[in-house]
């Protein structure tokens, strides 16, 4: 009778034992699944915003090379205008000369 007793005791307190142990494991379980859940909806969040700034910088690197091109065309251009006024002063120089020149012998007639 003393053996049946003292049986079904541990064997209820063993029972109670791994009935509260079956429960924590499940909730941290349970937590650990929300956890990596919440960390997979993160990595795609990240991935997402990886994707639009990689397509944003590829946008301005190609924006970069066209505003280098303008550039390039631009400083060639202004290179011919230097080399045009150069020769425009050239001209006025020569042509005020010429003025001076003529001012001079018409001053002689006169």
Known sequence: MFFEWSLLTILSIVSI???VKMFYFKSITS???RSNDLMKL???E???LIRKYQIQLQ??????????EELSKLRNELKILKQR??????EIERL????????????ALI
């Open 85 to 90: 006024n150069t020769k425009h002063r050239g």
């Open 96 to 107: 005020n000369n010429k003025i001076k020149a003529l001012e001079s012998r018409i001053d």
């Open 17 to 19: 034992y791994l009935f």
């Open 31 to 33: 937590k650990e699944q």
């Open 46 to 48: 990240a991935e997402i």
């Open 42 to 44: 993160t990595l795609q």
């Open 59 to 68: 946008r301005a690197l190609g924006n970069v090379d066209i505003l280098s």
